[in-house]
C-alpha cells in the first residue's frame, strides 16, 4: 500500500515564475492538507482541502491556490514567485477532516526559487 | 496571536537515557496535541495524539502528558536509542473552524549518543 506521494521531489524555479506541486494521498484517504516548512521551523498550514473543496486556508495570500481531483489526488499552485516561497512544500492526507484522525504526512517537494 | 514554544532547539542524550522533550502554548487553547517525528529531508511521521481530557498517554517507549492548566505538554523518550535522533515536532489542534488547521511548533532536534 503506497503512503503519500509528492511530485516532483525537488524544483528550482525564478522569481515571478509559476510552479504546480501533485500529491497522491494515502488510499482510503479523502482528505488532503498542504503546509510549507521553511528551513528549521515547523510546517505551516496553508489549507485543507475536502469533497474537492478548500475547506479551511491558513495565512498565505491568494498567490496559492489548490485543488482537489475526484480520486483525491491534489494539486498546489504558487503563483509570481517570491524568494521567500523557497521551501519544503508538505502533503498531509486523513481520513475525514478531523484533527484526531491520524495525519500521514509524504516526503516532501523541495522549492528554490532563484 | 497563538504561540508554540518547544524547550530547546536541539537536545543531547545518551543512550539508555530518558529524553524529556517540552511543548508550551499561549493564546490557544487545543481540543488535541499531537507529537510528530521528523527525519532530514523527509516528512513527519505522526507518533502519539492526546485529547485535552486525557492527562497522560502511552506508546511502547513514548509517554505524553498533557496539562491544559499549565498549557504544556511533555513528549519522554524512555531507554533511548541512537536510532531515536531525529527532530520531534509538537502540534496543536482545535475545535470547530480550525478543524484543519494544525499549528506546528519549531521542533526540537534530539542526538541520542551510543
Known amino acids: 500500500d503506497a503512503g503519500v506521494t509528492q511530485s516532483p521531489t525537488h524544483l528550482i524555479k525564478t522569481r515571478g515564475q509559476q510552479v504546480t506541486l501533485r500529491c497522491s494521498p494515502k488510499s482510503g484517504h479523502d482528505t488532503v492538507s498542504w503546509y510549507q516548512q521553511a528551513l528549521g521551523q515547523g510546517p505551516q498550514f496553508i489549507f485543507q482541502?475536502?469533497?474537492?473543496?478548500?475547506?479551511q486556508r491558513g495565512n498565505f495570500p491568494d498567490r496559492f491556490s489548490g485543488h482537489q481531483f475526484p480520486n483525491y489526488s491534489s494539486e498546489l499552485n504558487v503563483n509570481a514567485l517570491l524568494l521567500g516561497d523557497s521551501a519544503l512544500y508538505l502533503c498531509?492526507?486523513?481520513?475525514?477532516?478531523?484533527?484526531?484522525?491520524?495525519?500521514?504526512f509524504g516526503p516532501g517537494t523541495r522549492l528554490t526559487v532563484l | 496571536s497563538q504561540k508554540i514554544e518547544q524547550n530547546s532547539e536541539a537536545l543531547n542524550i545518551q543512550e539508555g537515557k530518558t529524553a524529556t522533550l517540552t511543548c508550551n502554548y499561549t493564546n490557544y487553547s487545543p481540543a488535541y496535541l499531537q507529537w510528530y517525528r521528523q527525519d532530514p529531508g523527509r516528512g513527519p511521521v505522526f507518533l502519539l495524539l492526546i485529547r485535552e481530557n486525557e492527562k497522560e498517554k502511552r506508546k511502547e517507549r513514548l509517554k505524553v502528558t498533557f496539562d491544559t492548566t499549565l498549557k504544556q505538554s511533555l513528549f519522554h523518550i524512555t531507554a533511548s536509542q541512537p536510532a531515536d535522533s531525529a527532530t520531534y515536532l509538537c502540534?496543536?489542534?482545535?475545535?470547530?473552524?480550525?478543524?484543519?488547521?494544525?499549528?506546528f511548533g519549531k521542533g526540537t532536534k534530539l542526538s541520542v549518543k551510543p
Open positions: 482541502y475536502y469533497e474537492e473543496e478548500e475547506r
Open positions: 502540534a496543536l489542534a482545535g475545535y470547530g473552524g480550525s478543524q484543519g488547521n494544525l499549528i
Open positions: 498531509a492526507s486523513s481520513f475525514g477532516r478531523a484533527l484526531y484522525n491520524e495525519q500521514f
